[in-house]
Nanobody, 126 residues
Framework: VQLQASGGGLVQAGGSLRLSCAASVRTLGMYAMGWFRQAPGKEREFVSA????????YYADSGKGRFTISRDNAKNTVYLQMNSLEPEDTAVYYCAADYGDCSGYGCYTSRNYDSWGQGTLVTVSS
């Protein structure tokens, strides 16, 4: 599956962005979806994930209460709404697809994801 992430940009601290991930697949509902990010000089880290049906969502502690993941399987698109952005959120954000579903720890693990988008840059200025 091919993934296209978009929606990144430059925003001031405290602002909001909504990232989108469009999937070129017949049925996005067959995939769990995740967002990861990589800041300059740092390793890629988990941000959020959502199960195939959208019934369960997972967040890294850094994004709890600020980020919301959602999906529209009819549109083959997954979203990441990011509010109250902080300079520490500056990174390239990647969406990823896991064929099948994920549960618990598996949703947090990048190696469980089969396909990755190209990333979209989020820059938060102080």
């Amino acid at each position: 599956v091919q993934l296209q992430a978009s929606g990144g940009g430059l925003v001031q601290a405290g602002g909001s962005l909504r990232l989108s991930c469009a999937a070129s697949v017949r049925t996005l509902g067959m995939y769990a979806m995740g967002w990861f990010r990589q800041a300059p000089g740092k390793e890629r880290e988990f941000v959020s994930a959502i199960t195939r049906s959208g019934s369960r969502t997972y967040y890294a502690d850094s994004g709890k209460g600020r980020f919301t993941i959602s999906r529209d399987n009819a549109k083959n698109t997954v979203y990441l709404q990011m509010n109250s952005l902080e300079p520490e959120d500056t990174a390239v954000y990647y969406c990823a697809a896991d064929y099948g579903d994920c549960s618990g720890y598996g949703c947090y693990t990048s190696r469980n994801y089969d396909s990755w988008g190209q990333g979209t840059l989020v820059t938060v200025s102080s």
